[in-house]
């Protein structure tokens, strides 16, 4: 299954073209990679964490609305902006990105700017952000989609201190192109053969500057300027302001639940197996949801889930929409393992409690334990268990470390481990998002792993050599 499959066509010419580092693909940040704006998410943060002064806002507003006016130019803007910042450490901008990417920006990147980035990637270009926004802004988000170069407007620091100033040529309009040719030289890249990605028409010297330019989310003016160059335009909505469709779509999948549970009580008491219900009223919202939501499904090595039950099925936990996903795959006899707080939820508590799910106090390990001993009687009695070993949900693809809870009940019920890798869960429904979107979402069952002959003393190694796996699906 080829990554990126659902964005083949926007990928198509970056992957039929020319390969090696000689050919850059340089991305604006704004509307560009993420939807959203950086500056305002890094104010915002500053200003409910308490450390932005009263006066760095004061010269913060009015230097953006004298830019806003034509007044000042975007130096002068970031001089007034910047000057504030004097006496100030460096190593305080950098905390605050690096909790600004992970609370703002890291779920409003478009998922198709990340298949843009990847396929420029899979092709050897050298791959840059060139951008107006400072590094502490640029730089988080850059090391996540691991784009190397950062090419942005920097400011004067003296020993790991702000001194109030910035660099000029600051990287605005010109600007961008004077670092980007710089970057070209340094790299001998050629600008004729290189593509430039931006939204608006300020970047205009550097879309004149490369051989590829493309108008991505352009603006009003750059949108007109593409039509009359004939350049190539994209729109993306998978992030941002959600649609009338999205908010329609949303309401129905969470509506669905209720005919969901309606049909699995009557099914439970028709039957006399409560068990039977909650095949019946998980597998009929798992197709409602999907279906309502616009999500398409696509299953790679489906044979896998239906040749040894029970299993625990473990899956890199990317969103809220992965239960569905699994109980669209599984159909029956499924539970799972879930976090307390999700007992407290008014819609999804009671329908989880009711499915059986065992909840688990994370912030206290020795209860944790105590209360996955249900988990391993389900299993004993021919229930098949869903858990995340991840823990909790990514902000991003990037897989994070496995915990040994969900390998150790394996061991324990002396049943088979049955990896469940998510590809793109994330362009459906981010973490701490309640919009779904349509996606076109990829799942690969890998063959059952035995677990009879596993023990304690070989269990890091064994989650190890799992984990290992799942990285090779996801950058395959």
């Not at 992957?15 to 939807?35: C, N, Q, R, V, Y």
């Not at 335009?233 to 309401?251: A, C, E, K, Q």
């Not at 190694?461 to 699906?473: F, G, H, N, P, W």
Request: proline fraction near 5%.
């Amino acid at each position: 299954m080829p990554a990126n499959r659902q964005h083949a066509k926007l990928t198509a010419d970056i992957l039929s073209g020319a390969k090696g580092p000689k050919i850059g693909a340089f991305f604006d940040l704004d509307h560009t990679l993420l939807a959203g704006f950086s500056a305002t998410s890094f104010i915002q943060e500053r200003l409910l964490s308490g450390r932005m002064s009263p006066r760095e806002l004061g010269e913060s507003l009015l230097g953006a609305f004298s830019f806003a006016l034509g007044r000042t130019g975007f130096s002068g803007m970031m001089t007034a902006t910047t000057a504030a910042y004097r006496g100030i450490a460096e190593s305080l901008l950098e905390e605050i990105g690096e909790d600004v990417f992970r609370k703002y920006l890291a779920t409003q990147i478009y998922p198709e700017s990340r298949a843009l980035v990847a396929a420029h990637q899979a092709m050897g270009h050298t791959v840059a952000i060139v951008s107006s926004a400072t590094r502490y802004q640029a730089a988080p988000l850059a090391r996540d989609m691991r784009i190397e170069h950062v090419l942005c407007t920097e400011l004067e620091v003296e020993n790991g201190v702000f001194t109030g100033r910035v660099h000029h040529p600051t990287c605005y309009g010109e600007g961008k192109a004077v670092a980007a040719r710089r970057l070209a030289r340094r790299y001998k890249v050629s600008m004729k053969k290189s593509y430039f990605y931006t939204d608006s028409h300020e970047d205009l010297p550097l879309l004149e500057a490369v051989g590829r330019p493309h108008a991505l989310n352009p603006n009003r003016q750059l949108a007109q300027i593409a039509r009359e160059r004939r350049w190539p335009v994209h729109r993306f909505r998978s992030r941002g302001t959600p649609s009338i469709g999205d908010l329609v779509r949303t309401s129905l999948v969470y509506g669905s639940i209720i005919p969901s549970v309606v049909a699995g009580t009557a099914a439970g008491i028709i039957s006399g197996s409560r068990r039977e219900g909650i095949n019946v009223g998980a597998g009929l919202w798992a197709d409602l949801a999907t279906s309502l939501s616009g999500v398409d499904l696509r299953v790679e090595g489906e044979q896998h889930l239906w040749s040894h039950r029970p299993a625990v099925f473990i899956f890199n936990h990317q969103s809220g929409f992965d239960p569905i996903l699994l109980f669209k795959m599984l159909r029956r006899d499924l539970t799972g393992v879930g976090k307390q707080e999700i007992l407290y939820n008014p819609v999804f508590g009671p329908v989880f409690a009711a499915a059986g799910v065992v909840f688990i106090d994370r912030a206290d390990s020795a209860k944790a334990v105590e209360a996955l001993k249900p988990a391993v009687q389900a299993l004993q009695d021919g229930v098949s268990l869903a858990i995340a070993p991840e823990g909790t949900r990514s902000l991003t693809p990037r897989l994070g470390a496995f915990k040994k809870g969900a390998f150790r009940i394996a061991m324990e019920a002396g049943v088979p481990i049955v990896p469940v890798v998510f590809k793109n869960v994330l362009d459906a429904l981010p973490k701490d998002a309640l919009i779904v979107r349509p996606a076109t979402v990829e799942a690969v069952v890998l063959p059952p792993v035995d677990t009879s002959k596993w023990t304690l003393g070989t269990l890091n190694r064994r989650i190890a050599s799992l984990r290992k796996r799942y990285v090779e699906v996801l950058e395959g």
